[in-house]
């Protein structure tokens, strides 16, 4: 979460969140590991308030200091949030001494839980593993880079499989988003050897808090409009969208994609560059969480044509907020979303077409979704914290 800090929230961040803060609030002690540039840092439960205060932006940050404006890459934020952690540290070490700083902070039988699919490395679990009767814990979102790994960026399928044997090695337990994701990830990880036991709990979802006067000046589409949100990469399938868009002509509906620039998109990058002022295809990036939220509620509907998804988060906050879905045939999301969304083939062009065109709020109104019932987290971690 350090690297991410300043930038808008992935899903898996959102998850790492929601763990700091129910962590923070339990009962048992609790310690935060940080991999930095240079080494790692550990922070204490005190810390770690103080932190999510910070990423939460409920208190500012310190000015960043020497080393970390020294890092390239990095958002000004994520620059002050690397000080800051360090600061707050209780130790630290370069990474040759993590082994050593483990053993000596951390108590007899204490449980590692990862949620973020990072520091997983040989080096982190292997430095777990070397205290006594400690016990790992590993929340898989997905094995989408191994099961589509045209959708990905080159070398990134590769580290992600790593990543996996390792976990599969290690681990004593496996958290799964769906049962989808815990079918998918059983099946590639049966093939290198036994499995870890694994528990399916569906993620909360914190109730969106839109705000329209969070618009940036000149983002207030006319209505109506329809609305995609999320990474703009291969595997979301906006070229369908796009496709759609194109053969509804002027009288086409606004359609909103909100979602910053991912990878291997060249075409549809392309696409979006050549937009004409007049296009009733509108790109936007970098919105808040409120901001975002007061567009997807003003939405006829959110579309999601994704290939494949762990969870779908953008999904279940939309029909939170009261606004229709309209999504593809895919096993996660009938798990998650049930009968409260439009199902539509992602590889037919014409049938999204027609549903967008015959779209009313008739159709709006027979999908019922005032009675869909969000996961909490107070149901989630009640699997899943008794378990790890």
């Known amino acids: 979460m350090l690297r991410r800090a300043g930038r808008v929230w992935t899903g898996v961040d959102r998850v790492e969140l929601a763990y ?31 932190f999510h205060l910070l990423l939460t932006g409920n208190e500012p940050y ?11 890459g990095l958002h000004p934020v994520a620059r002050a949030a690397l000080t800051d952690a360090r600061k707050l540290s209780v130790a630290r070490c370069l990474p040759g001494g993590l082994a050593g700083m483990l053993r000596k902070w951390l108590p007899v039988g204490v449980a590692y839980l990862n949620t973020g699919h990072s520091n997983l490395s040989a080096r982190v679990l292997e430095a ?15 094995v989408i880079p191994m ?36 079918m998918r990830t059983e099946r590639v990880m049966a093939e290198w050897g036994a499995v870890p036991q694994g528990i399916v709990a569906h993620l909360g979802t914190t109730p969106p808090v839109p705000d329209p006067l969070a618009l940036p000046e000149g983002v207030r589409p006319e209505s109506p409009y329809f609305i995609t949100v999320g990474t703009i990469e291969p595997r979301k399938n906006h070229a369908l969208l796009l496709d759609v868009w194109e053969n509804l002509g002027s009288n086409a509906p606004m359609l909103l994609i909100c979602g910053g620039r991912g990878w291997n998109n060249a075409e549809v990058f392309a696409r979006l560059d050549a937009l004409a002022p007049q296009s009733r295809v509108r790109e936007i990036s970098g919105l808040e969480d409120r901001a975002l939220a007061a567009l997807v509620q003003g939405a006829q509907a959110l ?26 045939e895919i096993a996660t999301f009938r798990e998650i979303l049930g009968k409260s969304a439009v199902y ?26 005032s009675g869909f019932v969000a996961p909490s ?9 008794r378990l790890t």
């Open 20 to 50: 700091l803060a129910a962590l923070i609030d339990g009962p048992v002690p609790v310690w935060g590991l940080a991999r930095t540039p240079v080494g790692y840092v550990l922070l204490d439960r005190t810390a770690l308030i103080r």
């Open 62 to 72: 310190s000015s960043p200091d020497l080393l970390s404006r020294m890092v390239r």
């Open 344 to 369: 539509v083939d992602d590889s037919s062009c014409q049938l999204w077409h027609d549903v967008i065109v015959n779209w009313s709020k008739q159709a709006q109104d027979t999908l019922g979704t």
């Open 377 to 385: 987290w107070e149901a989630h971690f009640k699997i899943t914290l």
């Open 128 to 142: 777990v593993r070397a205290i006594p009767y400690a016990r790992i814990a590993v929340f898989v979102h997905d």
């Open 303 to 328: 579309l999601f044509p994704s290939h494949a998804e762990g969870f779908g988060l953008p999904a279940v906050e939309a029909l939170m907020l009261g606004t229709p879905v309209i999504c593809t």
């Open 147 to 182: 099961e589509y790994p045209h959708y990905q960026r080159e070398g990134t399928v590769e580290v992600f499989e790593q990543k996996m044997r390792r976990v599969r090695a290690h681990a004593d337990l496996l958290i799964y988003n769906s049962e989808d994701t815990r």
